[in-house]
């Protein structure tokens, strides 16, 4: 099976940085995903990386080295909204998503 | 548009029944999934589908059945519910299975088996 692991709980301040930290070891590789998602909700689509390397977005930045079986998510500026879950997701050899149990982030004031 | 829709949003159910989780995507998207969420565990896929007609098993397929008779549905059913199967469901799309395309979700639906 795939294993993808990620930090269970992360806790920041309104206006710091996070950075969430995700390895995994997948049969293939065809790219890695992050999602949000609010308490209650659908995970939402953030970022894809298939390629070493970083991807910015605005405020949300993801990196991905393949060799080492590594990606991490930075959130900036942090604000209240983005106090959610972050699932990481590998795409495996047959193109299936496996995720992570997911990083519960909260941002205080 | 809608994206995708998903019904019931909750449901009890009492062990042994039966249960249709309904699943319609208006995007023409040609793959879909079914996958459960409980804590701890993250989402898990139960059955997929790369195109209409298709469908194939994921993780977690046990207990549940699913079929493709067009591209805009994809219903998954519990022959007969068990307390396990408790959990929240979520549907999802993408444009082509077997491509770097993106998977969009569904609002979910909670499902109590007792």
């Known amino acids: 099976g795939q294993n993808i692991d990620q930090p269970t709980e992360m806790t920041a301040t309104e206006g710091a940085i996070v950075q969430i930290n995700c390895t995994y070891q997948?049969?293939?590789?065809?790219?890695l995903f992050w999602y949000q998602q609010h308490a209650g909700v659908a995970p939402k689509f953030m970022s894809y990386?298939?390629?070493?390397g970083l991807e910015e977005n605005g405020r949300f930045s993801s990196f991905l080295s393949r060799s080492k079986g590594y990606s991490y998510l930075l959130l900036k500026e942090l604000q209240m909204k983005d106090s959610a879950s972050y699932l990481c997701a590998v795409r495996d050899g047959d193109y299936k998503l496996s995720f992570g149990a997911g990083t519960t982030v909260t941002v205080r004031a | 548009i809608a994206g995708i829709t998903q019904a019931p949003t909750s449901q009890i159910l009492a062990a042994g029944r039966r249960m249709t989780l309904r699943c319609t995507q208006d995007?023409?998207?040609?793959?879909m999934y079914w996958y459960r969420q409980d804590l701890g565990l993250g989402l898990r896929l139960i059955h997929y589908?790369?195109?209409?007609?298709?469908?194939g098993k994921g993780e977690v397929p046990d207990g549940y059945s699913v079929s493709r008779a067009n591209t805009d549905d994809f219903p998954l059913t519990l022959a007969s519910a068990v307390p396990s199967q408790t959990s929240v469901y979520f549907c999802?799309?993408?444009?082509?299975?077997?491509?770097?395309?993106?998977?969009?979700f569904g609002p979910g639906t909670r499902l109590t088996v007792l």
């Open positions: 589908s790369n195109t209409a007609g298709t469908t």
């Open positions: 990386n298939v390629l070493d």
């Open positions: 997948t049969s293939g590789f065809n790219g």
């Open positions: 999802a799309s993408s444009d082509a299975a077997g491509t770097t395309d993106t998977q969009y």
């Open positions: 995007m023409r998207h040609n793959a």
